[in-house]
């Protein structure tokens, strides 16, 4: 950590049983997409960096319990970061955030998440349905997630 690295190479979705990741104190803008095949990922620390927006592919990440953001120029985060749902920690202090509001992420990742998964459910379907022309059909950008009890682990590609 700490070398300057502009990019993380797509090979790093071949580690399969990599559970920890650090690049704090680089240079990155992004993520490979190829991370999403890392499902015994629990750990990620990616502070002091230059990211302009949050990484999508960490919503898709389904054993990530830790993930350190902080020291970015991040200053929204997706409204799939709700799904995370083993998410434990989350440091987001030191960005320029305006969403979710400060008063939110200053009280803790399980506000976040909270303020995350009520925002989710306003964009859902039935509320496009009520803004929709008469006879218009709608369709969700947001696809349905399947809910599992918290001691199952699902298996294939899942969102977070």
């Keep these: ?38 499902h015994n990922l629990s750990e990620v620390q990616l502070w002091n960096n230059k990211f302009d927006t949050f990484p999508q592919v960490l919503c898709e990440l389904p054993a990530m319990e830790k993930l350190d953001i902080k020291n970015n120029n991040i200053t929204r985060l997706p409204t799939a970061l709700h799904r995370a749902d083993k998410l434990k920690e989350l440091d987001v202090s030191g960005n320029p955030l305006t969403y979710p509001p400060q008063d939110v992420w200053k009280r803790g990742t399980e506000a976040i998440l909270a303020f995350l998964k009520r925002e989710a459910k306003k964009g859902s379907a039935p509320a496009l349905q009520q803004k929709a022309k008469p006879g218009a059909k709608v369709r969700s950008k947001t696809p349905a997630t399947p809910t599992l009890p918290k001691d199952k682990t699902a298996k294939g590609n899942v969102d977070c």
């Design 1 to 38: 950590t700490g070398r300057k690295f502009y990019t993380v190479p797509d090979g790093v979705g071949n580690l399969l049983h990599l559970w920890f990741f650090a690049m704090e104190h680089n240079l990155l803008r992004t993520l490979p997409s190829t991370m999403s095949q890392l």
